[in-house]
């Protein structure tokens, strides 16, 4: 019988850390997306700028 709820402790503990590990790995790849938004943004922005100066310089 101890065997038997030290087993299942042991069980939902594997299981609590399996969820805890699926919970970051989509926290992880929502990170990922929004890093490479503000990547695109950046370029983006940078070419933007860049076609103001040109502008501002060929005035």
Do not use: P, W
Not at 13 to 37: K, S, Y
């Amino acid at each position: 019988m101890a065997r038997n709820c030290s087993s299942q402790v042991v069980s939902d503990h594997i299981d609590a850390v399996q969820q805890g590990a699926d919970r970051t790995g989509g926290t992880a790849a929502q990170v990922l997306r929004a890093a490479q938004a503000l990547a695109h943004q950046a370029v983006t922005l940078q070419r933007e700028i860049g076609g103001f100066v040109a502008e501002i310089k060929a005035a």
